[in-house]
């Protein structure tokens, strides 16, 4: 990895990792904030209970929600944050490579005395940081403003980290496949657009998976289906599996893009 090379790229990309992680911490807060009123409404469980069973499983709140962390579950690690995480992978992904080989820029990289492999390296290194930088400043946000803003003693402070850490590992992967596309498309428009299709699908296969049990297959070729932020905020389940699997995934994909490349 070129180190002056990443501080470039990663000074470039500054503005973008910035919006990416004011927006995500925004809305965590938000609907942190949200939170009391919604828990004081009388009846609440009983109105969740009495909609359809397959609307309640594609959300994840088929048990109700009983907390802080049932709540930022389902409103926000289970649709908004996929949104705004998944933007930032791909975009950030086809920045990295694919635009600068479809605007020039990376012949003008090729000139220095760095090699295809250790642009590639500095490149993926860049898009990781952000992530890793809007996940934690994201999973801080939420530690303070659930500890302070907020009066509640139903906030499970390490099952919302492991919720963090479980959603690295997911768009970890997301980041990986985004970045081998850009490695092997020189078109900008190209490498844009089918890791976003193969995203959208990956999301619409397990929802459809999760709203009907003849379809309930579907899930089990979506990345998604893996990454349940209700039991991971309820601590039923170990995410422990899931990131060796999904960050020796991501890793491969990585190694094959750069030697590809």
């Known amino acids: 990895m070129s180190r002056a090379l990443f501080f470039t790229m990663l000074k470039g990309h500054g503005k973008s990792i910035s919006s990416y992680t004011i ?26 209970a009495s909609m359809p069973e397959n609307f309640l499983k594609a959300f994840g709140i088929e048990g109700g929600l009983s907390s802080l962390s049932d709540f930022l579950a389902g409103e926000y690690y289970g649709l908004l944050l996929l949104v705004i995480l998944s933007i930032y992978c ?3 992904a086809t920045g990295s490579l694919a635009k600068l080989v479809d605007n020039g820029s990376m012949a003008y990289l090729l000139a220095t005395p760095n090699s295809r492999v250790k642009i590639a390296i500095t490149q993926a290194m860049v898009g990781v940081t952000g992530l890793v930088t809007i996940l934690g400043v994201t999973t801080l946000a939420g530690i303070l403003g659930g500890t302070y803003l907020i009066e509640t003693s139903d906030f499970d402070v390490i099952a919302f980290v492991q919720m ?22 020189n078109d900008e428009k190209k490498a844009l657009s089918i890791p976003a299709v193969l995203t ?10 999760k709203m009907s049990e003849k379809f309930e297959w579907m899930r089990n070729l979506s990345l998604f ?5 209700i039991e991971i905020g309820r601590g039923n389940e170990d995410i422990l599996a899931f990131c060796i699997i999904f960050g020796s995934i991501a890793i491969l994909i990585y190694s094959i893009s750069i030697w590809l490349l």
Do not use: E, H, Q, W
């Open 164 to 185: 963090n850490v479980a959603a690295f590992f997911l768009f970890f992967v997301i980041s990986s496949y985004s970045f081998f596309f850009s490695s092997l498309m």
């Open 90 to 92: 791909i975009t950030t």
């Open 225 to 229: 289906s893996l990454f349940n932020p």
């Open 200 to 209: 959208v699908i990956f999301y619409a296969l397990d929802l459809i998976g």
């Open 23 to 48: 927006g995500s911490t925004f809305y965590l807060l938000l609907i942190v904030m949200i939170y009391p009123s919604v828990s004081n409404v009388k009846g609440l469980n009983d109105i969740i």
